[in-house]
């Protein structure tokens, strides 16, 4: 099965629309995506690959997903992925290995994000 970036396009936006959350695809840079549970937004690059896809299903999954109110960011990170994989319409070798990099990166930097994080709500995902 494969998807064009339209379908996976129209795939997140349906999942925003159903739960009234703001996406915003202005960013340049997928490392640059996050969201802002606050405010029910998303701020991500335009969905032109499965890279985008995933990353866009994970900012929703920080949204929608659970344990997004532990203050463990390798707990909420986790979770996001999960939900991102389980929502996701396809999930191929290449968006797996992009979630567990990205997984990787958090488990060596979780500590001083968790620190960071009793200032700042938000966090900018590092791929
Ligand atoms: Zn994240």
Redesign the pocket.
Known sequence: MSLTVGEMDKHVQSIADKNQIVIHRSLNRLSRSY?IRASEEIYIAPIRSVLSYATAL??LG?QLGPHQRSSHVLV??KA?WKWAKKSALLWSPRMQEYAEA?IEWYEENHRNIDMRGRLYSS?V?PL
């Open positions: 969201s994970h900012e920080h909420r990170e996001a990205a966090v995902e």
